[in-house]
T-cell receptor
Framework: DAKTTQPNSMESNEEEPVHLPCNHS???????IHWYRQLPSQGPEYVIH???SNVNNRMASLAIAEDRKSSTLILHRATLRDAAVYYC??????????FGTGTRLAVRP | DAMVIQNPRYQVTQFGKPVTLSCSQT?????MYWYQQKSSQAPKLLFH???????NEADTPDNFQSRRPNTSFCFLDIRSPGLGDAAMYLC???????????????FGPGTRLTVL
């Protein structure tokens, strides 16, 4: 399985943008890039996914490098509620979600 | 609201005593998953059902089994829990297994299992 590499932890100030990086140098052409997050004491929740083009939704933006070997999840204005573990996952059709260690995001008031 | 429900949220069992965790969904999704998440670790897939088709992960111990009597319900049975089975058990659903559309997984809040 293609693997992802994320920093173990990051910190941000409330109301500032956050850029969470993910490296996936062995990504294949059929792999979609998914982001999930897990708030404390909750199950993971879907954030966003993309294939080649940048994507935006109500929660976040996903910027995908032209060579697809890296991507960045962008939270435009971090809130305290965004403190969570963020997982970057590669997935092809029919494949399972394989969670890596993720990035623990702390948000300072 | 459509959702994934897990009961109970906390379950205590004794070493070796069979235990069943339950999951229900109102999303009418075809796929249901069971994950195990140990403390400070990422969720790990145990198995999933695609409709009635059961798919076991290669490294899931035989001690773990599952049943899906209908679209809405799925159960995780641990036949003889050991201390190492103490974990959060997460149920999830998705409409399909495609990577693009219909790929979002919806997770329940989890059941935290304690083994005494």
């Amino acid at each position: 399985d293609a693997k992802t590499t994320q920093p173990n932890s990051m910190e941000s100030n409330e109301e500032e943008p956050v850029h969470l990086p993910c490296n996936h140098s062995t990504i294949s052409g059929t792999d979609y890039i998914h982001w999930y997050r897990q708030l404390p004491s909750q199950g993971p929740e879907y954030v966003i996914h993309g294939l080649t083009s940048n994507v935006n939704n109500r929660m976040a933006s996903l910027a995908i490098a032209e060579d697809r070997k890296s991507s960045t999840l962008i939270l435009h204005r971090a809130t305290l509620r965004d403190a969570a573990v963020y997982y970057c996952i590669l997935k092809s059709s029919g494949d399972k979600l394989t969670f890596g260690t993720g990035t623990r995001l702390a948000v300072r008031p | 609201d459509a959702m994934v429900i897990q009961n109970p949220r906390y379950q205590v069992t004794q070493f070796g005593k069979p235990v069943t965790l339950s999951c229900s969904q109102t999303l009418n999704h075809n796929v249901m998953y069971w994950y195990q998440q140990k403390s400070s670790q990422a969720p790990k897939l145990l198995f999933h059902y695609y409709d009635k088709d059961f798919n076991n992960e290669a490294d899931t111990p035989d001690n773990f089994q599952s049943r899906r009597p209908n679209t809405s319900f799925c159960f995780l049975d641990i036949r003889s829990p050991g201390l190492g089975d103490a974990a959060m058990y997460l149920c999830a659903t998705s409409r399909d297994k495609l990577a693009g559309v219909y790929n979002e997984q919806f997770f329940g809040p989890g059941t935290r299992l304690t083994v005494l």
